[in-house]
């Protein structure tokens, strides 16, 4: 299954070391806005995101390190809109560790929660691919129905 972990936060609150590695790890990096722009190391693309109110960057890598947990073939959308900023970590499901569904999104909920936090976002929501905003399998202060869902019911 496809599945989009999306953090939202205020620009210039986020802390954008995260791009680094990310940079570093990339197969192609594009800005889709502003046009033109070829910038791809990462002071270029620092200056590019403080110089602009608006930016569409997107990077696509081989490899995403998630908790000791290498997920291949990424895709990586960040952008800002004025104040606001988006990250989208986009992958397949089937590449996360773990014996069962369960194990797989707890861990992937710890992650995303860890990076929040660390990076300075306000939220982070994982859900499946396209799904509706209330159709979600975590958010950063629980688990949502999508969850419940793919593991069985609750037991707790």
Do not use: C
Not at 98 to 127: C, H, M, P, T
């Amino acid at each position: 299954m496809l599945v989009e972990i999306i953090f939202k936060g205020l620009y210039p609150d986020i802390d954008l070391k995260f791009l680094q590695e990310q940079l570093f790890n990339a197969k192609e990096v594009y800005f889709n806005y502003p046009e033109g722009n070829t910038s791809t190391s990462f002071v270029e693309v620092i200056n590019t995101i403080r110089s602009e109110e608006y930016i569409d960057l997107v990077i696509n890598t081989d490899t995403l390190n998630l908790r000791e947990n290498i997920i291949p073939n990424v895709f990586i959308n960040f952008g800002r809109d004025h104040e606001k900023a988006d990250l989208l970590f986009f992958f397949n499901s089937d590449d996360l560790n773990g014996e069962s569904d369960k194990k797989r999104f707890d861990n992937l909920k710890k992650w995303a929660n860890e990076f929040r936090n660390y990076y300075s976002f306000n939220e982070v929501i994982g859900q499946a691919e396209n799904s509706p905003k209330e159709e979600y399998f975590f958010h950063n202060e629980g688990y949502g129905k999508s969850y419940w869902d793919l593991i069985g019911p609750a037991t707790e």
